[in-house]
C-alpha cells in the first residue's frame, strides 16, 4: 500500500499561485509515476499532471499547460504541483495519485492509490 497526503490549499485571488504538496509512504518503491488530478462540483475527475519517479518525464493536460508545473523530490518522495496564473476554472479539489504501471497515465483508471484530496478555490 502506498499511502498519499496532499496539502497546499486554499483560497487564491484569479491570477494568483499556489503550490500543493503531496507527500507519499509505505510501499513507495512499487510506485513508477504520480499524477495530479482534480473534480469540480459536478464534473468528472479530470487529468492535470503527471511525472515519473524515476526519468522526470512530464506530461500535462490541456487546460494547464504553460500555467502548472509538476516535480518531485525522490528523497523526500514527495511530489509537487506549482500552480500560476490561477483562473476561477481552476477551483476544483486537487487529488494526487500514484501508479505501479506507465499504462494510462491520463485517465484515473491508471492510478492504483489516492489522497484524500485538497480544496483549490480562486476567486475573481
Known amino acids: 500500500q502506498v499511502q498519499l497526503v496532499e496539502s497546499g490549499g486554499g483560497l487564491v485571488q484569479a491570477g494568483g499561485s499556489l503550490r500543493l504538496s503531496c507527500a507519499a509512504s509505505g510501499r513507495t518503491f512499487s510506485s513508477v509515476a504520480m499524477g495530479w488530478f482534480r473534480q469540480a462540483p459536478g464534473k468528472e475527475r479530470e487529468f492535470v499532471a503527471t511525472?515519473?519517479?524515476?526519468?522526470?518525464?512530464?506530461y500535462y493536460g490541456d487546460s494547464v499547460k504553460g500555467r502548472f508545473t509538476i516535480s518531485r523530490d525522490n528523497a523526500k518522495n514527495t511530489v509537487y504541483l506549482q500552480m500560476n496564473s490561477l483562473h476561477t476554472e481552476d477551483t476544483a479539489v486537487y487529488y494526487c495519485?500514484?501508479?505501479?504501471?506507465?499504462?494510462?497515465?491520463?485517465?484515473?483508471?491508471?492510478?492504483?492509490?489516492w489522497g484524500q484530496g485538497t480544496q483549490v478555490t480562486v476567486s475573481s
Open positions: 511525472i515519473t519517479w524515476s526519468t522526470g518525464y512530464t
Open positions: 495519485a500514484a501508479t505501479e504501471t506507465i499504462i494510462m497515465l491520463r485517465t484515473p483508471r491508471g492510478y492504483d492509490y
